[in-house]
Every structure is written in C-alpha cells, then in structure tokens.
C-alpha cells in the first residue's frame, strides 16, 4: 500500500511539473512552517530567520500600529483582549509568542531582513481610521529607508485596507502593491491605481478569469492560503504568479523546478 500510494504522489507531482508552464514564487504565510512543531512562531523573527535559510521568495508578516505610534510585527488586532491602537507599546512588554520571543517592533524585524535575499511581503492592516492608517504607510516607508530596504526588489506590500493600497501606490510608485479584499475585480483595481491582487484561492475558484484579465492588466497575482496539494496544484496551473502558504517546501516539492528564485 505505501508503494502504491508514494507512486501515486510522484505521479501527481510529475503531472503539475509538466502542466505549470510558468514559474511560481512561494511565500511562506506569516511564517508558518507547523508553527507547534518547529518550536517558532508566526510573525516571528525566527519564522522570517528560517524562510531566508531555505530560500524562499519571499516571507510574509503583519504590521499594526500601537497607540504612542510604535509599529509592532503581529497578526491579530488585539493581544489578550487588549487592542494594539488603544494601548501604549509598553502594554505589550511581557507578551510572549508561542516561542518565546517577545513580539517584534517593525525595526526588530527589519533587522533580520536586511540578512537575506528573501522577500519581505509586508502587509499593513487596516486600522482604527484613515489617519492612523496614513500614518502607518508614512513611518514603515521611513523605517525601509532607514534598513536599505526600500526596493521594489526587496519589498512588496498588501492590505485589506483600500485607503493603505491607494495611498502606497501615491507614495511608493514602482513597486508591487497588493489588494487582499476579493471584493473587487482586477479591472476595479487597477482604476484605483493599485498594481496587483493578492486574493483568497476561493476567489479564483469562483473567477478564474481574474487572473488572465490581471496579467492584461500588467498587475501581479498572489494567491493565499493555499496549502493542500491539489490546491496548489490547481492555482499553479491556472496561471498565479505566487502562492503564500502555510507549507511552502510542499509547494516546492509540488512544483517540481518550477520556482520562481
């Protein structure tokens, strides 16, 4: 039975590597690599320390912004059921991740991504109000400066927030600027003067012409959460620039040589 099974598996790996024509860049979602069994967490140093140690594309991360205006590295809007705007970075200074590390400022971990080629998928979340959103985009701008990192080569973003797109495409001309919200088409975003989509594969399950019509566009597609294998298999075979995921070395296995470096 496992002969047949293991047979079975090249078998479907060989048939994606033969269907996918193009290559695909992999991002590791938030840094996830089975977080409880690696011993790190998401939105760690160490998951960001370990996707430029396998060398993957690029590393996704989550930026929010504390109420004196510290831009900390985390998922979730609130922290123990205290909300991340209304409550000082002080508040914060005994939280721990899952691994032990403390949660990182935006300059924390930009320190870590100065050390490698990997990407740096930053998305910005959406935030209280437009002013504190603008503010968010203004200092992390400023904080890529301050680390070399402020390269459309080194650094992509992407938002829920239509607000944080629009006002990144103002002041970031050139780089790749992502809209996670599946709620409009390609064509919408582009007449925003945002340059890409980064959209749920249910999105393109449902409209997989959005991808075709992305790609006349001159836009980039990103597709997210993808981690089950004939997932992957079909996103990359339907033509998405980058997949983020939960298990990034399956999608390379899968892909078979057909990465995007």
Not at 100 to 121: A, C, F, I, N, S
Not at 242 to 250: G, S, Y
Request: include cysteine.
């Amino acid at each position: 039975m496992h002969k047949i099974i293991r047979l079975a598996a090249i078998a479907a790996i060989a048939a994606v590597a033969a269907s996918c024509s193009h290559k695909v860049a992999i991002t590791a979602h938030r840094g996830y690599w089975n977080c409880e069994e690696a011993g790190f967490a998401e939105n760690s140093i160490k998951s960001l320390e370990l996707a430029q140690k396998y060398g993957l594309w690029g590393s996704e991360f989550d930026v929010h912004i504390t109420s004196d205006l510290v831009l900390v590295v985390h998922h979730d809007a609130a922290i123990q059921g205290k909300k991340i705007w209304t409550h000082n970075y002080s508040d914060f200074k005994d939280y721990r991740l899952k691994n032990g590390e403390k949660m990182p400022t935006l300059d924390e971990y930009l320190t870590q991504g100065e050390k490698g080629g990997t990407v740096l998928v930053f998305e910005l979340k959406s935030q209280i109000d437009k002013a504190h959103e603008d503010y968010m985009v203004d200092k992390s701008i400023e904080a890529l400066k301050a680390h070399n990192l402020f390269d459309p080569k080194k650094v992509i973003f992407i938002s829920f927030s239509r607000n944080i797109c629009e006002r990144v495409a103002a002041l970031c001309p050139g780089f790749t600027n992502q809209y996670l919200e599946k709620d409009l088409t390609p064509d919408e975003v582009i007449a925003k003067g945002i340059n890409g989509i980064d959209y749920h594969y249910s999105a393109f399950n449902e409209h997989p012409e959005w991808i075709e019509q992305a790609h006349k566009n001159k836009m980039s597609v990103n597709v997210w959460t993808v981690n089950k294998r004939e997932d992957i298999k079909k996103m990359a075979d339907l033509g998405v620039d980058c997949i983020t995921t939960n298990e990034p070395l399956l999608v390379r296995e899968i892909l078979g040589g057909k990465e995007k470096k």
